[in-house]
């Protein structure tokens, strides 16, 4: 009998396979590294009946040893018809380097990566549909899976993975793994953390007088970092503003925005400045030129002065221009913010046109703006002139909350708004002399507001809800 041929097992003897291993012919059922004191003891164990691993297969036939009685978990079927005896189908290959069905790993399963195993090629044709591989490739890929189904349910006929097979999942267990760190609640701590340390460095800045005042009275650290903030979340979520046009605004230089004016209080200027601050490229300020009676109140005029109110008369508008500032303006003044709600969206005069003055001794372009949404946050339905004229306000508004809710009624209704900022009109082709022409101002004047309001209606056939 050559060394390739195999004996014919007898009843009781297990099949053994001669295989190309890497360990001599003495080394019979040990593992490599194996001393003679546990060879001596795995045949003596075997010998009184213990399950214990496979022997491992040399490549030259030996006796083999009496098998343990097959259980009813283990015993051959007619469909696999293994050819491995019973003591070794119940327990993990020597391929699998002896691995324990509970964790995986068995006590004799140490040593070398990759010197327990078994080229897939020689198995037997009944031993490789039992176990579904096809080659090694094959076989190190479903090693983690049958090492999960041995841990999670009952023993099946793959054998559990050893230490030396475990590799990297499946993709298509990717779905299984928890979510990414940026997925998981507080991800944005960083966003908190940036927060929190702008607000100590304005603290620091306010502590230490770091911080910069023009002549007059505008606070750009405290405009940017207080003010800014507070605003944004109205202008971004509750009106939802959309701005156009903001490529008409000059990144430096002078330049005097005209815009109209409605919605009973002036949130309007408002929204315009944060739409500049926050989306021009240049994120520039807007001066705004305020009325007196914003200077009149005691609480209101020293913070209106510190974000940029300006008192809406001509020389402090040319000093602004002069300076490079831009400057916004809205001539229709309080015959515009306190307009009834039937006339909205109607242009009220303009004034005597001193702002197309002011422009032409600057000679800064002057910048239509053109604002819909803010009729409709605080619907004007009445004014109530008497009480008005004894507190000595221009006008006291009557809206559907106002005054029956009380300072509930003070809460503006969310309506959609759109801000566009037209084409710049030129005015430095005329000498500054042209300021002191009443039909050259007035000619300006009304083609500005001629502009403002075909934009208007335009923006009002493309609305599609007052609130959406």
């Not at 795995?42 to 036939?61: D, F, L, V, Y």
């Not at 400045?273 to 609480?299: E, G, K, Q, S, Y």
Request: net charge neutral.
């Amino acid at each position: 009998m050559s060394d390739g041929d195999v004996p014919e097992p007898t009843q009781g003897e297990a099949k053994i396979i001669p295989l190309n291993g890497d360990r001599r012919p003495d080394q019979e059922g040990a593992r490599p590294g194996a001393t003679r004191r546990d060879r001596t003891r795995a045949r003596g164990t075997t010998a009184r009946g213990t399950t214990q691993p496979a022997q491992r297969r040399s490549t030259t036939p030996t006796t083999p040893t009496t098998p343990t009685t097959p259980t009813a978990a283990t015993k051959p079927t007619a469909a696999t018809k293994p050819t491995a005896p019973a003591a070794a189908r119940a327990t993990p290959d020597a391929d699998d380097g002896g691995a324990s069905p509970l964790r995986g790993v068995g006590p004799d399963a140490a040593g070398p990566p990759g010197a327990n195993r078994t080229p897939a090629a020689s198995r037997t044709a009944a031993e490789a549909p039992s176990r579904g591989r096809t080659g090694a490739t094959g076989e190190v890929a479903r090693a983690p899976r049958a090492r999960r189904r041995t841990l999670d349910g009952p023993a099946s006929a793959d054998p559990p993975a050893t230490v030396t097979d475990m590799g990297p999942r499946p993709a298509a267990d990717d779905a299984d793994r928890p979510a990414d760190d940026a997925e998981r609640p507080g991800a944005g701590t960083g966003d908190l953390e940036s927060a929190l340390a702008g607000v100590l460095a304005f603290l620091r800045r306010r502590i230490t007088g770091d911080y910069v005042i023009d002549e007059h009275g505008f606070d750009a650290d405290l405009t940017e970092h207080v003010l800014a903030p507070l605003l944004r979340p109205i202008y971004r979520d509750y009106f939802r503003v959309e701005t156009r046009g903001l490529e008409n605004i000059p990144d430096t230089g002078g330049a005097l925005v005209v815009a109209n004016h409605s919605g009973t209080l002036p949130v309007d200027a408002l929204m315009m400045a944060m739409a500049i601050l926050d989306h021009h490229p240049a994120h520039r300020n807007l001066r705004m030129l305020a009325a007196d009676l914003v200077f009149a109140v005691p609480f209101l005029a020293p913070f209106a002065r510190k974000i940029g109110n300006t008192l809406a008369c001509q020389a402090d508008a040319e000093r602004l221009l002069g300076a490079g500032h831009l400057v916004g303006v809205w001539p229709e003044g309080f015959k515009g913010v306190g307009k009834p709600f039937r006339d909205r969206y109607t242009l009220q005069r303009f004034g005597r046109g001193g702002f197309v003055s002011a422009a032409l001794r600057a000679g800064v372009p002057i910048i239509p703006c053109t604002v819909v949404g803010a009729e409709e946050i605080y619907p004007m339905i009445g004014n109530a002139k008497s009480l008005a004229r004894l507190l000595g306000l221009p006008y006291l508004p009557i809206t559907p909350t106002f005054p029956w809710l009380g300072l509930f009624g003070l809460v503006p209704l969310p309506s959609k708004w759109y801000i566009e900022f037209g084409e710049p009109v030129a005015t430095d082709v005329h000498p500054p002399e042209a300021a002191d022409d009443p039909m050259l101002v007035f000619e300006l004047t009304d083609s500005i507001r001629e502009t403002i309001q075909h934009t208007l209606y335009s923006l009002l056939m493309q609305r599609r809800s007052v609130f959406f």
